[in-house]
């Protein structure tokens, strides 16, 4: 008797972002994110989920409520902050005998808009009721609207992307997001804070941006050459950006740091 094949759905992560205009923190702007997630059908077309029941977003810890729970298709999430960062996603299906499905997501802004494809793989071993459900043919989405997208897209859903405008030196970012800009703002202190005792990482990333053209490029060699695998180090040679989250580099790098940049700034 032949076994059962398993069963494919392909989904999508889709991020939209914006600037806030007349907001920053740490000198970085203020921008404000949305994401949310569709099915794919063999079209290309997106489609419903009705196989999920909710999904959890885990964020930064540096969130208030660093877990959301999101119900309702298509399971949008809205922020805002500062900093990228990875977050994990997870998917949780009608039958709870299914375990969530689980995925990394990165939260950047190199554009406005951009989806990721995802394809969920279920077992042959499921309940007859939740194979039925995953074959059940499911309405389509012709004219998916955001439900607070000042930008409008139209239902050919156009995809907008900035342009990405390169500097002649590097831009050193702290991917540090918040949501609370005046918890961050009143939370650092000159004697450190709570992922180091020698280092205060929002004065620190306020350092960067005073920093010349030639020091970022000597700094950025100088983490490189201390970088472990536990640090979080992403560099974007396209768009001439390096990316760092401070509170895994470490307090003596940390502190380094902060005497590289009280040499430069003297």
């Not at 897209?153 to 991917?175: E, G, L, P, Y």
């Not at 800009?181 to 620190?204: C, I, N, P, T, Y």
């Amino acid at each position: 008797m032949p076994q059962p094949k398993s069963i494919r759905k392909e989904i999508k992560v889709i991020t939209d972002q914006n600037i806030i205009k007349g907001q920053k923190q740490n000198g970085f702007h203020v921008r404000k994110w949305k994401i949310s997630l569709c099915g794919v059908n063999a079209n290309g077309e997106e489609e419903t989920m009705p196989y999920v029941d909710h999904v959890e977003y885990i964020l930064h810890q540096t969130f208030e409520q660093p877990v959301r729970k999101v119900n309702d298709y298509p399971f949008i999430l809205q922020e805002k902050g500062w900093g990228e960062f990875d977050m994990k996603i997870m998917l949780h299906f009608v039958d709870k005998s299914v375990p969530p499905f689980v995925l990394d997501h990165d939260l950047n802004f190199q554009s406005t808009h951009y989806e990721v494809p995802q394809t969920i793989i279920f077992k042959s071993d499921l309940k007859p009721s939740f194979v039925k459900l995953l074959n059940l043919p499911v309405s389509t989405i012709s004219d998916r609207e955001s439900s607070n997208d000042s930008t409008g897209d139209s239902a050919t859903h156009k995809r907008r992307r900035d342009t990405i405008v390169k500097d002649k030196a590097k831009r050193v970012k702290d991917d540090r997001s918040s949501d609370d800009e005046s918890r961050a703002d009143s939370s650092a202190a000159a004697s450190g804070d709570e992922w180091g005792d020698k280092v205060d990482v929002h004065q620190l990333a306020k350092k960067f941006q005073l920093l010349q053209p030639e020091d970022l490029v000597e700094l950025v060699q100088l983490v490189k050459a201390n970088q472990t695998s536990d640090m979080y180090v992403k560099e974007d040679g396209e768009a001439g950006e390096f990316h760092i989250d401070l509170r895994t580099l470490g307090s003596d790098l940390l502190a380094e740091l902060w005497q590289f940049c009280e040499r430069k700034l003297e």
